[in-house]
């Protein structure tokens, strides 16, 4: 999972309460990005950040929000606004490469159930 | 409209035996392609990428993806299957409306046996 740390692993919240999940990256990536995993769904993008300060919405970014003040950091809060929230939500961050490609790197994902 | 599809969603194979896991994608332009794998309750790991150049791309843990743009195809391939390959494997592809984030497909769970 490289030098990306989400915490907590496993979540529980009641239904109406905001939760803020952790992810933090020390491999100096300057993009990172928040995806939704739903059982055969694939990965959906949640939100994206190119650089510090600076955030985009994704595909299904309704009922989240997020924050970048450090560039080791983008914490994603899942409001009490999004209707479906208990999935995996995985954190990446990646690097742009010499031969003008890049990489993803995947945090461990934190299990959110909302009840 | 950029896509992937993963048209199986579970691919059997006995150890030892080639496994093939089917990836197509729709995308305008040149497409930037990878494969990622997932064993339970973890992350995804990076398993090789398709930018530009040779067809035939090389990847960790002795997976290999042949690029076919004339079929729009990016198959992951492996010669010799392992019990150890058991595991959940996504295809993506970049978007190129959202930076470097990238596409996935549903996945394909792939289940090697003994």
């Known amino acids: 999972d490289g030098g990306i740390t989400q915490s907590p692993k496993y979540l529980f919240r009641k239904e109406g309460q905001n939760v803020t999940l952790s992810c933090e990256q020390n491999l100096n990536h300057d993009a990172m990005y928040w995806y939704r995993q739903d059982p055969g769904q694939g990965l959906r993008l949640i939100y994206y950040s190119q650089i510090v300060n600076d955030f985009q919405k994704g595909d299904i970014a309704e009922g989240y929000s997020v924050s970048r003040e450090k560039k080791e950091s983008f914490p994603l809060t899942v409001t009490s606004a999004q209707k479906n929230p208990t999935a995996f939500y995985l954190c990446?961050?990646?690097?742009?490469?010499?031969?003008?490609?890049?990489?993803?790197?995947f945090g461990p994902g934190t299990r959110l159930t909302v009840t | 409209a950029q896509s992937v599809a993963q048209p199986e969603d579970q691919v059997n194979v006995a150890e030892g035996n080639p496994l093939t896991v089917k990836c197509t994608y729709s995308v305008s332009g040149n497409p930037y392609l990878f494969w990622y794998v997932q064993y339970p309750n973890r992350g995804l790991q990076f398993l090789l990428k398709y930018i530009t150049g040779d067809n035939l791309v090389k990847g960790s843990y002795g997976f290999e993806a042949e690029f076919n743009k004339s079929q729009t195809s990016f198959h992951l391939k492996k010669p010799s299957a392992l019990v150890s390959d058991s595991a959940l494997y996504f295809c993506a592809v970049r978007d190129r409306r959202a930076g470097t984030a990238l596409i996935f497909g549903k996945g394909t769970t792939l289940s090697v046996s003994s």
């Open positions: 990446a961050s990646s690097i742009s490469l010499a031969d003008g490609s890049y990489e993803q790197y």
